[in-house]
């Protein structure tokens, strides 16, 4: 394994042990350690728990400002019922800010979510 020396911080990796020269962090971890790649994947997927977290609030408050913004759109509630039924209780409007979150949440991911440590592998191997 090259640079096998990690920064749990910043996810350098470097020749030898000691002080990350990327950041700065006073230790790098040993990556042929099994415990420390099993570190690595936690706190990948950590971070990417904490994000989705983030992306779902945003992608609901962006669905329910986009559909409550078109309620006040001359001729939107016109639409409903001539171009598709509409459904009791609002849900299909409901339907719609979830489709609208959903994709934030999906489309955010690809944009925003980069690993940590993206040279580890899900089986804990490293490239
Ligand atoms: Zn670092």
Same mark, same amino acid.
């Given at each position: 394994?090259?640079?096998?020396?990690?920064?749990?911080?910043?996810?350098?990796?470097?020749?030898?042990?000691?002080?990350?020269?990327?950041?700065?962090?006073?230790?790098?971890?040993?990556?042929?350690?099994?415990?420390?790649?099993?570190?690595?994947?936690?706190?990948?997927?950590?971070?990417?728990?904490?994000?989705? @977290?983030?992306?779902? /609030?945003?992608?609901?408050?962006?669905? &329910?400002? !986009? +559909?409550?913004?078109?309620?006040?759109?001359? #001729?939107?509630?016109?639409?409903?019922?001539?171009?598709?039924? @509409?459904?009791?209780? /609002?849900?299909?409007?409901?339907?719609? &800010?979830? !489709? +609208?979150?959903?994709?934030?949440?999906?489309? #955010?991911?690809?944009?925003?979510?980069?690993?940590?440590?993206?040279?580890?592998?899900?089986?804990?191997?490293?490239?």
């Amino acid at each position: 394994m090259t640079n096998p020396w990690v920064c749990i911080d910043c996810g350098a990796r470097q020749e030898e042990q000691g002080a990350c020269r990327a950041c700065g962090h006073e230790d790098t971890l040993d990556a042929r350690d099994e415990k420390v790649r099993e570190l690595m994947r936690d706190v990948d997927m950590r971070l990417s728990d904490r994000r989705e @977290g983030r992306l779902r /609030f945003l992608g609901v408050g962006i669905g &329910m400002v !986009i +559909i409550f913004g078109l309620w006040t759109v001359p #001729g939107y509630w016109s639409l409903r019922g001539t171009l598709y039924p @509409g459904l009791p209780l /609002f849900i299909d409007q409901w339907a719609f &800010m979830a !489709i +609208i979150a959903f994709g934030v949440i999906k489309g #955010g991911e690809k944009l925003f979510f980069k690993r940590r440590f993206p040279y580890l592998k899900d089986d804990l191997s490293m490239a």
